[in-house]
């Protein structure tokens, strides 16, 4: 089991730039596939980016790709998300996740396993 914990939300103006981090707990966090998604007030749960375990290639949703980078440390137990050119429209919580080897799209959040609790970004213009 992992705990996760997400941290590096706030308030920024369009243009400007975040890095989201998300602890976890744990011995077995280089074992977890790492997503990070996000919700808006009124819309279904979005896919924003992925990582596999050890690195390598990462998944984007369209909307943010160019713009957003993923990245793990695993000797930290930690994922982070840099999110730069930020608009308007990226508002949202954004909460990390982490799928133990499930089958499916690392796009579908139903594959994740364990959640942060989430942390708020707010993009203003």
């Known amino acids: 089991q992992v705990q996760l914990v997400e941290s590096g939300g706030g308030v920024v103006q369009a243009g400007g730039s975040l890095r989201l981090s998300c602890a976890a707990s744990?011995?077995?966090?280089?074992?977890?596939?790492m997503g990070w998604f996000r919700q808006a007030p009124g819309k279904e749960r979005e896919f924003v980016a992925a990582i596999p375990r050890s690195g390598g290639t990462t998944y984007y949703a369209d909307s943010v790709k160019g713009r957003f980078t993923i990245s793990r440390d695993n000797a930290k137990n930690t994922v982070y998300l840099q999110m730069n050119s930020l608009k308007p429209e990226d508002t949202a919580v954004y909460s990390c996740?982490?799928?133990?080897?499930?089958?499916?799209?690392?796009?579908?959040?139903?594959?994740?396993?364990?959640w942060g609790q989430g942390t708020q970004v707010t993009v203003s213009s």
């Open positions: 744990g011995r077995t966090f280089s074992s977890y596939i």
């Open positions: 996740a982490a799928d133990s080897g499930s089958t499916g799209s690392v796009r579908d959040y139903r594959r994740y396993d364990y």
